[in-house]
């Protein structure tokens, strides 16, 4: 049953579940602020997401291709408006809220390094002996504390339930007991001791609906990108459960369609589907525990929003095709190899050499080859899009080393 209560004023959106976050009962914000005259506390923290830098240099992050291979292929950016697009559809099929199932969505990858994947792997392995480098703690930290615009606080002083989505999107970060703090970032457990963000339970429906729909939207254009880019061909998907029988039945209806129209219409299928089982799957299961708030979610001790198993298994074998044919394919290890040498390559000048830093970043550094130093090039490389990541090295090293005869 959905509540009449659309908010903490009327006109702030479609009516609620009563399973749903409402924005009059959120936890608040580590900084006190007024209530917005004319915004849900929620629309305020999707729209301080917006127009922050952080979201911004989305632009020039990419997904699986470098920013200036061509036009057409998903960076970041792209990526979070296609996953804010399928969350909000399943919020509001659902009676959650949707302002805040968006901000979750706009905000999940803020966090990530140059180079997709692999910049992380790069300063994952940089940073091994300072505590390894995590996408998911780094987004935090940008939320709380590396934007740096508003006069009364770093960060953009987001609510409780924002923080705490992003933070636990892909689950508990902690067992029965407390079990695994050790293995949490140290960023996420420092931030919890001072608000804390409750690290053993489920998040709230919103935060598990923005985080499926990651899923959906990054397997899904990941198989058109995947083709653009001539990585592997409509043949090779025939086996793949799900995307093969769909591209099978568009090409089987639509003879002779141009390649470009079907698989436009076979991804919007695959699409389709899979948003419409998640959603008969969660009604399922909603139907069954018959949560009565949002506490009750977070303390079900399991996902309410989720595939059927037989999506789930779809879900696996595409991502096994994509790591296969697409992730592991010669053309992207090559990036993948140049990614490593250039996060790695300036993350080793600039630890032994901070007053290479910018100003306001070498203003933060400590000593050479410091554990507070090599925090400060972390978050200064893994703020890097594409583009600034390649012109810095080149700038600081691959000239110099050309003009010493080196290359």
């Not at 905000?107 to 140059?114: E, I, M, S, V």
């Not at 296969?324 to 080793?348: C, G, I, P």
Request: aromatic share 8%; proline share 5%; with cysteine.
């Amino acid at each position: 049953m959905v509540s009449r209560d659309s908010g903490n004023r009327e006109g702030f959106g479609p009516r609620l579940a009563p399973y749903a976050c409402r924005p009059e009962r959120s936890r608040g914000r580590l900084f006190p602020e007024a209530a917005a005259a004319d915004r849900s506390e929620f629309q305020r923290d999707r729209d301080r997401i917006i127009h922050s830098s952080a979201f911004r240099r989305l632009k020039h992050k990419t997904q699986v291709f470098v920013y200036h291979e061509g036009d057409h292929y998903r960076t970041r950016l792209t990526h979070s408006i296609e996953v804010s697009q399928i969350a909000r559809t399943i919020a509001r099929a659902l009676g959650l809220n949707e302002d805040l199932a968006e901000a979750l969505a706009l905000a999940h990858d803020l966090g990530h390094t140059p180079f997709g994947h692999s910049g992380e792997d790069a300063l994952d392995a940089a940073m091994a002996r300072f505590g390894g480098f995590d996408h998911n703690a780094q987004t935090l930290s940008i939320l709380t504390r590396l934007e740096q615009h508003y006069a009364e606080f770093d960060g953009l002083n987001l609510t409780w339930e924002t923080l705490e989505g992003v933070v636990k999107h892909n689950g508990p970060l902690l067992g029965p007991g407390g079990e695994g703090r050790d293995r949490i970032p140290e960023s996420i457990r420092a931030f919890d001791a001072g608000f804390p963000l409750v690290l053993g339970s489920y998040p709230s429906a919103e935060a598990q609906a923005a985080s499926l729909s990651d899923d959906i939207a990054y397997n899904n254009h990941d198989i058109d990108d995947g083709l653009r880019a001539g990585l592997f061909d409509i043949p090779d998907l025939a086996e793949v459960p799900l995307v093969g029988p769909i591209f099978a039945e568009v090409a089987g209806r639509w003879p002779g369609l141009d390649r470009g129209r079907l698989v436009h219409e076979a991804v919007r299928r695959v699409i389709d589907a899979m948003v419409t089982d998640l959603l008969a799957e969660s009604r399922a299961r909603i139907a069954r525990f018959g949560p009565a708030g949002a506490d009750e979610i977070r303390r079900l001790g399991q996902p309410v929003i989720a595939f059927s198993g037989a999506m789930t298994d779809n879900d696996r074998a595409l991502k096994r095709f994509l790591f296969d044919r697409m992730y592991r394919h010669q053309r992207v290890n090559r990036m993948t190899e140049r990614a490593h040498r250039v996060v790695r390559e300036l993350f080793d000048l600039f630890l032994a050499h901070p007053e290479r830093l910018p100003g306001e970043w070498r203003a933060q550094a400590g000593r050479p080859g410091s554990e507070a130093t090599a925090r400060v090039v972390c978050d200064y490389i893994a703020g890097m899009t594409d583009r600034y990541a390649l012109d810095e090295h080149d700038r600081l090293i691959a000239r110099t080393r050309k003009a010493a005869g080196r290359e």
